[in-house]
């Protein structure tokens, strides 16, 4: 039985750097974000999370904490936050608040190292289509699948092509998936930030991706730590396949090599207990 996302999950995960900020000023930008409200200078009544100073608000938790390099925000939306339409828009939002708040504006050039380019891989791409071939000789479930090709919207599998596919009913949030495919990359952060980590959005048990080329690297990413040797089972596999693939393109899915899905979940976390 396949185990989604959990009640109210998230849709989007992220931690950013904001290295010509103090910690006040997005702490400010957070609040002014979420809440509308403009807090006084003085010590903050957040209290303590994991990763430091946290809000939640609205469905959306932010934690601010200060570092060497800058103060650091981590960023989680939940599905049924009113803020989630524009999720992939809320750092923006708070970038601007914050630099606003500090009085100067932000650099227009921050990282020396390349940007992303290109687009996410195509529904043609070895990756994509190896997955495919998995879900279909696994027959997995259509209510188990979902993919992304618009941030925020997990779009239902189809077993054959279909030229209405833009104009289905999305899948519910709440739908019990098993494997999702994202289509989507990482945005680029707003200037003056880096961007740490980008999970948008966190659902399905695996969650399966192909980075743009050239690397086209594929991840298999999972909301549940006790899931991860099982995520890391399934991306050792789906490699195979991919690699089958990119060395015979023209082979059916019928033709691949593609190992059992009880085998390759089979994986558990042996890690001691104390």
């Not at 290295?19 to 009544?45: H, I, M, N, Q």
């Not at 891989?121 to 259509?142: D, F, K, S």
């Not at 279909?162 to 999702?180: G, I, S």
Request: charged share 25%.
């Amino acid at each position: 039985m396949s185990q989604g996302p959990p009640r109210g999950g998230d849709l989007l995960r992220l931690c950013a750097l904001a290295p010509y900020l103090g910690a006040d000023d997005v702490r400010r930008g957070v609040s002014r974000v979420l809440t509308g409200d403009d807090p006084r200078p003085g010590p903050w009544p957040w209290p303590e999370g994991r990763h430091g100073q946290i809000l939640r608000h609205a469905g959306v938790t932010a934690e601010v904490a200060g570092a060497w390099d800058g103060p650091q925000l981590w960023l989680r939306c939940a599905h049924d936050s009113p803020h989630a339409s524009r999720a992939g828009e809320l750092l923006a939002d708070i970038a601007a608040a914050a630099e606003e708040k500090a009085g100067h504006p932000r650099p227009a050039a921050h990282d020396d190292r390349p940007a992303r380019e290109g687009a996410p891989a195509g529904r043609t791409a070895h990756g994509y289509r190896a997955w495919r071939a998995m879900m279909l000789r696994w027959e997995v479930p259509v209510t188990e699948l979902a993919e992304i090709a618009t941030p925020g919207r997990l779009d239902p599998v189809l077993r054959t092509p279909d030229p209405t596919r833009d104009n289905r009913q999305p899948v519910h949030p709440e739908a019990r998936l098993a494997f999702v495919f994202d289509h989507t990359a990482p945005r680029q952060p707003p200037p003056g930030w880096l961007l740490r980590s980008w999970f948008f959005p966190a659902a399905g048990t695996f969650h399966c991706s192909q980075e743009p080329p050239p690397s086209g690297r594929l991840r298999v990413r999972t909301p549940c730590t006790a899931d991860r040797p099982r995520a890391a089972a399934l991306l050792s596999a789906w490699r195979a396949v991919t690699g089958e693939l990119a060395a015979r393109p023209d082979l059916p899915p019928d033709a691949l090599h593609i190992p059992p899905r009880a085998v390759v979940l089979a994986a558990r976390d042996v890690t001691p207990r104390t």
